[in-house]
């Protein structure tokens, strides 16, 4: 028995909901990939062409602080929806995503993906929908990391 | 592309002048500033420009002259305690000898500034190596637009001149916009990375020169601000910071793909700069 | 077209009298630590007379050659730079005054006789012309004094590529030397066919005793021994848009292969004609009154190299790789408008791994990013 990329859509939480027309939408942009380990799913700056549902494995946002190296900002795992920088302008990534370990994701093509939420609105809501509970749980995170709360009392 | 002999038509500096310690003042817990009477009574520089400040025997750094271009009589440079080297010029008092090369490198753009508004965005101790240029841009305010100035800190303790900058926002002349990263309540100002100031600030975008130094990453996300809101890449000019050791284009340490920041640099346009600063560990 | 002139092993040998009686500090080839390196030298006994050097990346050994030639091998460990650029040089004192302190020039420099400056090793004096001349007094004050005796190879090892690089085997036209010669078996003897470079040069050959003008025969051997050394050279460089190839593969995954390969263990740099950084050292004596700043070879494979406050800009051996390979082969073309590599072959030679920047090239080109080969980000699955 094979399994569709609809099906596969359909069984991650990220997309859970979503009516059988919409994840035929996305499934018709979508492409299964995979990244070897220690390479960069995508670099800083670059032009935000996709973005990635991660399936297997893990992968380190990073950016690079000359003189300190890259410096991880966050993991992300299998599950996670990996980029959304080529939801706004200018378009483009804004750190680099290195594969930490194999890596099974699907892509997502972003002009296809941009266009069609344009197009069909209820999907793209219902697309937007789901990128706004992720960007607003990792902000959280984010400030909550910036608050160093391990760190000594002063 | 200039070659170095045109740039330096005669031999370069290798020995330092001796200059003597006028004073030295805390700007911050591990930053001071050091006044310097020049041996000849007068040390032209440029806005931008740096010297490579040498400690009898201990070793040498390039530090930014911090100064007024308008008063040669004093060399003036503020210096962060981060090595050897400039925790022994920590160390100096008044009427010690220090010795001096240089001054080295390209100016911050004034000249093509003329006619246009002015941005300037400072990030922690960057703001040093901008105030020679601010203090050049306020005595000849009337040649400017709009002249914007923007600094963000990592606390309210750590803002450097802080009496200058409640002086200059004091002006009517001039828009000073400051904001720190992290905060307790007993700051009224902004708190938010310096970059997010560049929406803000008031200045025609396609009519400024923008000149911005800080970490390299402030600078990577300050020169992308500005570009979103329209200002030309050429328009932005950043002061790369790299490991400067002869000042005259001949050890090499300092190189930033083909480029030699003690001499090509360190003020570049961004648009020199933008492809080179994505790539890791040029 | 200067005269060429031909000489027998004593007329080679009155050059150097001459040069040793002008002065000159005399120094050339001489077989050191089973290698062939530069060292001063009092006569022509004192070369690799009869030797030779069998080389592959990674490796070289001497042998014995079956003839007596004084130039029967190719480039070893050592360049010129030793005596211009020298490895370790007090380019100032400090004394301690009354008044804070004042500095001294250091002594003045010797003047050098480079004796068996192959092609290849002229046109690296030249590309370090290029860098220090403008500005720096130490290198200048070495180099205007230094008498340059260049010798054409015969015959090429196996990592030489000069013919790639345009620099060899033998002399070139725009070449700044003071006399050039080859060696070459005239008639069952060997026979120096030599010729001046510059007026000083011209002085010095004048007052060799023996010296005949060569024949049209002696020329045409000089022409073919020159063709069959051109010949004699296997290993090439395709240098066609080398700047841009480099510069469009910064980010290429390629260089994490390399860099896995490289110890960063700066012998290439060390052995390299023309790698020109260098670094300072200031020290001081006990008491305190007198200091001194030392310059000495640096490398842009150390971790140090790259240092600002903070770290190392370049941590990994890749992304220092990859600073030597595009300094060398594209942003020197920015800095001085010449290639930084001559084809000498040291830097394969003298690799502990045997990397071969040739090969390198060649496997870049393979993965050229500009044609949609570079290692590839997602992988699409089956």
Not at chain 1, 35 to 53: N, S, T
Not at chain 3, 86 to 100: A, K, L
Not at chain 3, 130 to 150: L, N, Q
Request: aromatic share 8%; charged share 20%; proline share 6%.
């Amino acid at each position: 028995m094979t399994t569709t990329l609809d099906q596969v859509l359909g069984a991650q939480a990220f997309f859970a909901g979503l009516d059988d027309e919409h994840l035929a939408t996305l499934a018709s942009v979508a492409e299964p990939v995979s990244v070897a380990i220690g390479r960069k799913v995508f670099h800083e700056g670059d032009v935000a062409d996709a973005c990635y549902l991660l399936l297997e494995g893990d992968v380190a946002l990073e950016m690079d602080i000359p003189g300190r190296g890259p410096h991880v900002l966050q993991t992300l795992h299998a599950g996670d929806m990996l980029g959304w920088s080529w939801l706004v302008s200018p378009f483009r990534y804004a750190y680099d995503a290195q594969a930490l370990t194999e890596v099974k994701a699907i892509r997502f093509d972003a002009v296809a993906l941009r266009s069609a939420k344009d197009t069909d609105k209820v999907f793209g809501y219902e697309l937007m929908q789901r990128f706004a509970e992720v960007l607003v749980r990792r902000m959280q995170a984010a400030r909550l990391q910036l608050l160093d709360v391990y760190g000594n009392a002063h | 592309m200039a070659t170095l002999t045109e740039l330096t038509p005669k031999l370069a500096p290798m020995e330092p002048v001796p200059f003597v310690v006028r004073s030295i003042r805390d700007e911050l817990s591990d930053t001071f500033t050091l006044e310097l009477d020049p041996p000849d009574g007068v040390f032209e520089f440029l806005p931008g420009q740096f010297t490579m400040l040498y400690v009898f025997g201990i070793g040498e750094v390039p530090i930014s002259v911090s100064g007024d271009p308008a008063q040669p009589s004093t060399l003036v440079q503020t210096i962060r305690g981060v090595g050897a080297v400039t925790y022994a010029l920590r160390q100096v008092r008044p009427g010690d000898v220090v010795g001096v090369r240089g001054p080295f490198g390209t100016e911050w753009p004034l000249a093509e500034a003329d006619g246009h508004d002015i941005v300037f965005v400072a990030g922690g101790i960057g703001l040093a190596p901008l105030r020679p240029a601010i203090y050049s841009v306020l005595a000849n305010r009337q040649r400017y637009g709009k002249v914007v100035l923007l600094y963000g800190a990592r606390s309210p303790s750590d803002m450097l001149f802080t009496q200058e900058l409640l002086e200059w926002g004091g002006r009517y002349d001039v828009d000073v916009l400051i904001t720190v990263d992290n905060a307790d309540r007993q700051w009224r100002g902004a708190v938010g990375v310096v970059t997010k100031l560049v929406r803000r600030a008031p200045f025609d975008p396609h009519d400024t020169v923008a000149m911005v130094c800080g970490p390299e990453v402030m600078m990577r996300f300050s020169a992308q601000e500005l570009e979103g809101r329209g200002v030309p890449q050429h328009r932005i000019h950043l002061s790369m910071e790299r490991n400067m050791k002869c000042g005259i284009g001949l050890c090499g340490h300092c190189q930033f793909g083909g480029r030699f920041v003690c001499w090509q640099g360190p003020v570049f346009s961004y648009d020199e700069l933008a492809p080179l600063l994505l790539v890791k560990e040029v | 077209m200067p005269e060429t002139l031909v000489l027998d092993r004593s007329g080679l040998a009155s050059i150097l009298s001459e040069l040793r009686a002008r002065d000159y500090l005399l120094v050339g080839p001489t077989i050191q630590q089973e290698a062939i390196g530069y060292g001063p030298i009092d006569s022509l006994d004192d070369l690799p007379q009869g030797w030779t050097n069998v080389q592959s990346p990674g490796a070289s050994h001497l042998e014995r050659r079956d003839d007596e030639r004084l130039f029967g091998y190719v480039v070893g460990p050592h360049s010129w730079k030793k005596y211009l650029m020298p490895n370790e040089v007090v380019i100032w004192r400090g004394e301690r005054t009354d008044t804070g302190f004042e500095t001294v020039p250091p002594e003045p420099a010797p003047a050098y006789a480079l004796f068996g400056v192959r092609p290849c090793e002229v046109a690296a004096i030249a590309v370090q012309d290029a860098v220090f001349m403008p500005t720096d007094r130490v290198y200048r004050e070495r180099r205007e004094a230094a008498f340059i005796v260049a010798v054409n190879c015969t015959q090429a090892g196996a990592n030489c590529f000069c013919t790639s690089m345009g620099t060899g085997p033998a002399v070139g036209e725009d070449a700044v030397f003071d006399i050039a010669f080859t060696e070459v078996d005239r008639n069952g003897t060997l026979a120096y066919l030599v010729e001046a470079g510059s007026d000083d040069g011209a002085a010095v050959l004048q007052t060799v005793v023996g010296a005949e003008p060569a024949s049209d025969a002696d020329l045409a051997m000089l022409e073919s021994v020159l063709q069959e050394a051109a010949a004699s050279v296997t290993k090439t460089m395709d240098t066609d848009g080398i700047h841009d190839l480099m510069l469009a593969n910064l980010r290429n995954g390629y260089w994490e292969d390399v860099g896995g390969r490289c110890l960063a263990c700066t012998n290439c740099t060390m052995v390299c004609p023309t790698c020109f950084c260098n670094t300072v050292e200031d020290t001081m004596t006990l008491d305190g009154t007198t200091a001194e700043r030392t310059r000495k070879w640096d490398s842009c494979f150390s971790i140090d190299f790259s240092y600002i406050h903070g770290g190392p800009l370049r941590m990994t051996p890749e992304a220092r790789y990859r600073q030597w390979l595009t300094h060398k082969l594209a942003t020197w073309f920015d800095q001085y408008g010449t290639s930084g590599c001559v084809g000498c072959g040291r830097c394969i030679t003298w690799c502990p791994v045997g990397i071969d920047l040739t090969a390198e090239v060649a496997a870049l080109r393979r993965v050229d990013a500009r044609q949609g080969l570079s290692v590839p980000l997602p992988e699409v699955m089956a």
